[in-house]
C-alpha cells in the first residue's frame, strides 16, 4: 500500500484546494444557527457553485453534469470538500443513490433532462424504500402498483423518508405483483413529489429536527415511461440503490478524539484538569484505536479502488465501527461536562454541541443504511464465511406469507 498520491493524484488535489480555498469560506459553518430551510438554501448555493466550476458529482459523465472524474480523484475531491463545515447534507441521498441508479436505467433522454438538474442542486431527490412492514427486510413491502393502460396507480405508505419534505423528485418501489415470492413482484420508479395524491408528514426526533417522514400515496399516477428497469425488476434495480448507498454510508464523523482531548484538557474532575485522571485517557486511548482502525480500513477501500476494484461486504465493518463509537464519545463527553451536558444551548456548551450532536444523532445512524445487525450479518455471511440467515419465505408467494396485514 502506498497512501501518497501519485504525482497527477497531486496535481488534482492541488486544483481542489484552489476552488476551496476561494470559495468554501462563505458557505461553511457550523448547522446549529439556523433552520432548515437557511441549511438547504445555503446548501443549494454551494452545489450550483460547484456544479458550475465543474465540481458537482465529480465521477458522473460530463454530459448528465458530471466532471467525468476516477473513483480515486471523487475519493480526493472527498477528503478536500470534508475539511470544510459545507452544507452538503441535502444531496447525499440525491447525488449519492438515485443518480446511480438513474444513471444505470433511466432512458438517455430522462438522463440528460432530470441529471445535471440533481447535480446543480435546482432539484433535491429523496429514497421511497422504507415502510413500516418492509425495513431491513426490504422486499417484504407492501406499496401497491397496479398497471392502468399508460399509467401506474400506487397506494401505500412509506417511512423515515428522509428529506422528503424539501425533495422535488424520489425514487421509489413498489409491489406489482403479490402472487410471486416477495423478491420477484417488485417495480421501480420515479417520481414527481408534486404529483397529487402524494402527502407527506414530517416525523419529530429526539434531536428537535425533523429530517425524516411518513409519506402516503393515494391513487397516486405515475407514467409508465417512469420506471427504471422491467415490471418485477424491481428488486435488482433497488440492489442498484443499495450498492450505491453502502458506499455513501460510512464513517459516522461527528465530534472524535481531537474534541475529546480538547474537552478532557479544558474541563476539571476532582480539581485537575479531566485528561489527568486514568479512567478519563483509557476511555480516549480505546476510541483513539478505533479511529486508527477505521482510517486505515479506510485506505485499505482507497486501495482498492485505486487499483480500479470495488469495494467488497468489508466496508461495512466502517458503518458498526464509527456509529457505535460516535454514540459512546458523546456519551462520555456528556458525562464529562456533568449537569451543562444537558444544556442544548451552543453558546453554553463546549465544543458547539457536538457531543450532544453525537448522542442524539447516533441512534439513527446505527439504523439508517443498514442496521447494526444487518452489517453485522453481511459480515458473517459475506466476510467470515459464516451459515447464511435463516429466510423461510424466500420462495413463498408473498400474498401467502402469514402476517398481521389484511
Ligand atoms: C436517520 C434515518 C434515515 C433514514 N432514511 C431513509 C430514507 O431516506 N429512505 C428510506 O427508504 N428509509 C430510510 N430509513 C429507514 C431505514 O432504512 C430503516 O429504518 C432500516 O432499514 C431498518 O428498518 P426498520 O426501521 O423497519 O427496522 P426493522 O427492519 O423492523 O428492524 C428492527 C430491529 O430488528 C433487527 N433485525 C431485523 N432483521 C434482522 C435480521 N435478519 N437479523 C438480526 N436482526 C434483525 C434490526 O437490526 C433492528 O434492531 C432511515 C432510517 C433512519 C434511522
Known sequence: MDFNDTREEAAFRAEARAFLDKHAAQFAAPRRNETEAQYVERGKRWQKIKYENGWACLNWPKEYGGRGATPMEQIIWGQEEGRHDLPVGPFAIGLGMCGPTMIAYATEAQKREQLPLMASGEHIWCQLFSEPAGGSDLAALRTRAVRDGDDWVINGQKIWTSGAHYSDWGILVTRTDPNVPKHK??????????????????????????NFNEVYFTDVRIPDAQRLGGVGQGWQVSITTLMNERLAVGNAGGADVDELLALARAIKLDGKPAIANAAVREKIAEWYCQTSGLKFTNYRTISALS??????????????????????????????????????????????????????GAPGYRIAGGTDEILRNIIAERVLGLPADIRVDKNVPFNQVPSGAK
Do not use: C
Not at 413482484?185 to 426526533?205: A, R, S, W
Not at 456533568?338 to 458547539?352: E, F, N, S
Open 185 to 210: 413482484g417488485l417495480t421501480f420508479f420515479f417520481l414527481d413529489m408534486h404529483t397529487p395524491g402524494v402527502e407527506v408528514k414530517p416525523i419529530k426526533q429526539i434531536s428537535g429536527g425533523a
Open 307 to 360: 487499483r480500479g476494484q470495488t469495494p467488497g461486504p468489508e466496508n461495512s465493518i466502517t458503518k458498526v465501527v464509527s456509529a457505535a463509537k460516535q454514540q459512546d464519545v458523546g456519551s462520555f463527553g456528556i458525562d464529562l461536562m456533568d449537569m451543562g451536558g444537558i444544556l442544548m444551548d451552543a453558546k453554553k456548551v463546549p465544543a458547539q454541541l457536538a457531543f450532544q450532536s453525537n448522542f442524539l
